[in-house]
């Protein structure tokens, strides 16, 4: 019976570590369709790296706000159509086109847990002709 319970208990942790990573990508991405920089730096690690069409580095949690804050002033989000997600216990990403004002862009985030959380580490915009 000791054994039993252990396995369904292992099984369990599994199953809510990734609801709980599920969860954090569904939020950054609730963020991201609305334009909003200042939830979606909630989720950003200490360090960003942010790929943008007229520049791309690597930012603190502060700077990388204040970048997307500028960019999405300049490009108001209308919607973001999610193309792929992965759902992996370590690392989550997903690609997708974010429709802007200004444009099309191919947009790629890639998350990686530290702890019992998932944080932002890479952001990249691509304009879409």
Do not use: W
Request: charged content about 25%; hydrophobic content about 35%; aromatic content about 10%.
């Amino acid at each position: 019976m000791k054994k039993y319970l252990g396995s369904i208990s292992i099984v369990l942790a599994i199953v809510c570590c990734s609801f709980v990573n599920t969860v954090e990508m569904d939020n950054v991405l609730v963020a991201l369709k609305s334009g909003n920089a200042a939830q979606l730096s909630k989720y950003f690690d200490n360090r960003v790296d942010i790929s943008l069409p007229d520049n791309a580095d690597n930012y603190s949690r502060t700077q990388a706000e204040m970048i997307l804050r500028e960019f999405f002033h300049r490009n108001n989000v209308r919607n973001f159509d999610l193309r792929y997600k992965s759902e992996n216990p370590e690392t989550n990403y997903c690609i997708g086109t974010l429709h802007t004002n200004g444009g099309n862009y191919r947009t790629t985030l890639f998350m990686k847990q530290k702890g019992d959380k998932q944080y932002l580490q890479d952001l990249r915009f691509q304009k879409l002709d």
